[in-house]
C-alpha cells in the first residue's frame, strides 16, 4: 500500500432487500470493468416507496482501485 | 414525477434486530396516516445498549409523499 | 438519565458477513473494559474488497457510558 | 416577528424550466394548507435527465409559518 | 423506549431574553398541539439586533414525539 | 428503476448567463460521451469576476447514469 | 493569479426577481468600495414570502478579491 | 428589508459568565464600530478551562449589516 | 502552549437547568480523572421533554488536557 | 476560462514524506492519462502507521480537467 | 485571553512551493494592515496545475485579531 | 486487518515548523503509551500568530490502534 495512487470511482447500488446488498451489487459492477478495486466507502443511503412499503434501497459508494503504474 | 410537489416528513424507526428493519418500520409507521408515499432518505443511525449488548436501533428517515394537487 | 455524565469512545468494529455485525463487535469489544454502556452512534462506514468482492466492512461507532460518580 | 414561534416544514418543488420556478411551486404548494408563510431556505437541488437533456428541476425548501397562538 | 416509532417536527422558538428561553418557548408551543413529546435537538441560533443590541433570539429546535400505534 | 447500478461522474458547467445555464451545459457535455443519463444533482456555485461584474457562472454537478449490464 | 493574495467578504444581496438577480446586486455592492474583485462563491439562499408568494430572495456570497501589495 | 444588501463580519466574544453574554459581548464590539446591525448568527463555542473549571467562553458570532447606499 | 500535545475526550453533561450548566458539569466530571484540562468545544446539545416541557439538558463537549511528557 | 466545461476526478496519492508529495504524486499520475489537468482541491489527509511512526501519508485531491469539445 | 473580543477575517495566500508557504504569505499579508493578530485556522486548499504539475497552492486561512477597545 | 476491532483517540499536535511535524509529534505522543498503532486521519489545522507570524501550528489528528483481544 505504499507508494500506490488510487481513483476512486462513485457508483450507486440498488437492490429489494436491503443495504449491503446495494453496496455487493455497486463492487460487483465496478468489478465487471475495472481491476484492483481495493476499498469502498458508504454514502447516502435512499430509496423508492410503492404502496407504503420500500421497494429499493440505492446506496451510493465510493470505490478506489489501485492504477497500473 | 414531472411537475409534482413533495412533502417530506422525518421519522425515527426502532427496531431490535436492526438498521433496515428500523427503516421499515418508519416507512410502515408514515403510512397509516399519509397515502402516496414515494421516497425515503436514510439519515441518522443510534440505539441503546443493555448489558453491553445493543437492544434497540434507532434510524431516522427522511419519506417524501406526493401532495394531493 | 437525569444528571448523569457520559464520556463518549469511538471504535471501529470490522466483520466480514456485514454493518450490523460490524457495529454490534465494536460495542462487544467495549463492553470488555468499560461498563455501563448507554447508547451508541452509527458513523463512516468503509471496507476492503479482495478480488472483486467486499472481504471486509469496517464501522466507526461512538458509544457513550455512564461515568461513575 | 418579537415572541412568535414558527413551525418548519419542508417541500420539494418541481418544475420543467429552472430552479426559482420550483421553490415558487413548493412555496405555492404549501400555501393551499397553510396560513402565514413567512420565510424560505433552500436546500438541494436535483432533477432527471431524458435523452441526455434536462427534464425536471427539483429543488427542496424549508418553509417557516407563523403558529397561531 | 423499544419498538416506538417517533415523528419529527422543526420549530423556531423566539426570546427577548436568550437561548434556552428561546428553545423552551418551540417546545412549549409544539405542547400546545402535539402530545407525547419526548426529546429534542437545537439546532441554528440567530437573532435580530436593534440599535446595536440584541432584539430577539431564535433558535430552531428539533423535536420527537411518540406516534400513537 | 429497479435493480440498476448507476455510476455518477462529476461536471463543472461554464456559463455566462447564470446557474441554471450551466448546469444545461454540464449535461450536454456529459451527454456527448455517456448514454443513459438519469439524474443529476447541483453542487458548488462559484464563478469570476471582471471589471466589478460576473464574467462567468460555473457550477458543479454529479450526473448519474445507467451501467448497461 | 501567481503570487497573489487575495482577501474575501461576505455579502448577502437581495432581489425581488431571483436568486442571480440577488447575487448580481451582492457583486455590484462589493463593487462600490473594493477594487480588484476576482470571483465569487455562493452559499446560502433564503427569503421572506408575503401573502403566499416569494417576495425577496436572499442569497449570501463569498466574494475574493486581491490584495494591493 | 426589500432590495438592501448586507455585509457579514465574523467576531468571536468572551465571556466569563457564558454563551449569551460573549454573543452580547461581539455584538457590543461590532456596534462600536459599525451601524445599521441587523441580525447575527451563532456559530462555534469554544473555551478555556483553568484549574478544572471554565474560565471565559468564546463563541463566534455572524452579524449582518446594512451597506449604506 | 508551545510545543505541547494535547489529547482530546468527548463528554457528555447533563441539567436540569440549562446549556452552560450542562457544559460545565461535563468540565467538572472529566476534571476528577484528568489533570491539566485546557480548553473545550461546545458540540450537539440534545435533552429529554417530559409532561411537555424540558426535563434535562444534554450537552456533548469536546475537552482537551496536555499530556504530560 | 470562459464557456469551458471540466470534468473532476478523484484520486489518492500516496508518500512516504509528507502532505504535498503525495498531492504531487496524485496529480502527475491523473497526467499519464488525462490532458489538460486545470486544477486540484485538496481532501482528506489519512495515512499509516507502523512501529509508532507514520509510514505513509494518503491525500484525496479532485482534479479538474477541460472536455475537449 | 479574558474578555478580548476578536475580529476574523478571511484571507485566500498563493504559493508556488506549498500549503504552508501559502498560508505564510495570507498572514503576513494580513499582518501588513492590521495589528494584534492572534491566531488561524486552515480551510480549503486548492490550486492550479499548468502542463500536468501543480504551478500554485491556495490556501484559505480565517484570522483572528483583538479588537483595540 | 480482517475481524480487527479499533479504538480511536483524538490528539492535537503542535510544532513550530509546520503541519507534517505538528502531525508526527501527535502520534509520537500517541505511540508513548498505546501499542499497535495503525493509522491516522488528519484534522483541524490551527495555531497562534506572535509579531505577524505563524508561532506554532496546531493540529487534530485521530490514531486508530488495534485493541488487544
Known amino acids: 500500500m505504499q507508494d500506490n495512487v488510487y481513483?476512486?470511482?462513485e457508483v450507486t447500488g440498488s437492490s429489494t432487500t436491503g443495504i449491503e446488498d446495494a453496496v455487493r451489487k455497486a463492487v460487483a459492477a465496478a468489478a465487471k470493468s475495472l481491476k484492483h478495486l481495493r476499498w469502498f466507502e458508504v454514502g447516502e443511503t435512499?430509496?423508492?416507496i410503492e404502496d407504503g412499503a420500500i421497494a429499493h434501497?440505492?446506496?451510493?459508494v465510493k470505490i478506489g482501485f489501485t492504477l497500473e503504474q
Do not use: A, D, F, L
Not at 434501497?57 to 451510493?60: A, D, G, N, S
Open 57 to 60: 434501497w440505492q446506496v451510493t
Open 46 to 48: 435512499r430509496g423508492h
Open 7 to 9: 481513483k476512486i470511482v
